[in-house]
């Protein structure tokens, strides 16, 4: 029922994970994927997934902004303006609050927050820009709002995006540009959430899932939820925060 036919979305950490069913959901519904990645094989595996034949990927580091901006350039010359764009990239570091470093705090708040809002600044630019505005997505997490031991990088990292984004919705408002952030809870099919849960006990899980009322959340289900703020449907939404957490922070 919802059509992106013809809209250029750019979707960074698309190599896996939420970014790689990101790019599946939305060429489903006729968007042109730019996919953005570090690993230029798993780009590829992406590409493969995807319906259409007009995406393009790139591997870069979304913290490298000349070649991103770059990047940027070269998919407007060959798709046309962009309408849409979902920072699925990011990093968490896990180490006990006494042990984090500067250099921890600094590379996780680069990837998974500045790195966001300097591609929305250029995106955002009337050469870049499609006539009828744009969406802009910034997967979050739980944990931006609520506390996990090992986590206190990644926690303000993530803490930065929910206030973030609402002065950035405010000031690209007049040009019909929409900010919002996606937090999910526990997403048990990406890389990441497969190697914390090999490190953690059985029982911890089990607990984990008790936490996550409506049960565990795939990619999908946050795929799910970036398709409806890129659509027609959410067209008055915008400066907020959607939460997908199976019933996670309610608790």
């Known amino acids: 029922m919802i059509s992106l ?48 034949e007009n995406h393009l990927y790139y591997s870069v580091d979304v913290n490298n902004t000349d070649e991103v901006d770059s990047i940027i350039s070269k998919s407007v010359s060959k798709l046309g303006k962009i309408f849409g ?22 590379i996780q708040i680069r990837t998974n927050a500045i790195s966001a809002f300097e591609i929305m600044k250029t995106v955002s630019k009337k050469k870049n820009l499609s006539q009828e505005g744009a969406s802009f997505i910034v997967i979050s997490s739980v944990m931006g709002a609520l506390g996990q031991p090992g986590l206190v990088g990644y926690c303000a990292s ?7 984004i609402k002065a950035i ?4 408002a007049s040009k019909n540009i929409r900010v919002n952030t996606i937090s999910p809870g526990y997403v048990t099919d990406t890389p990441m959430a497969k190697q914390f849960f090999n490190e ?24 799910n939820g970036c398709l409806f703020l890129l659509s027609d449907l959410s067209t008055k939404i915008t400066g907020t925060n959607l939460l997908i957490d199976s019933g996670y922070s309610a608790k």
């Open 85 to 106: 764009f979902i920072h699925a990239a990011g990093i968490e570091i896990t180490k006990p609050f006494k042990m984090h470093k500067i250099s921890d705090y600094e």
């Open 200 to 223: 953690i006990p059985d029982e911890n899980q089990v607990e984990l899932k008790a936490m996550h009322s409506l049960g565990w959340i795939a990619s999908e289900d946050v795929a």
């Open 169 to 172: 919705a405010l000031e690209l």
């Open 158 to 164: 993530k803490g930065m995006l929910s206030s973030g």
């Open 5 to 52: 036919k013809g809209k250029n979305i750019i979707i960074t950490g698309a190599s896996s994970g939420i970014g790689r069913q990101c790019a599946i959901t939305l060429s489903k519904c006729g968007a042109n994927c730019i996919l953005i990645g570090r690993n230029v094989q798993r780009l590829e595996e992406t590409l493969s997934k995807l319906n259409g």
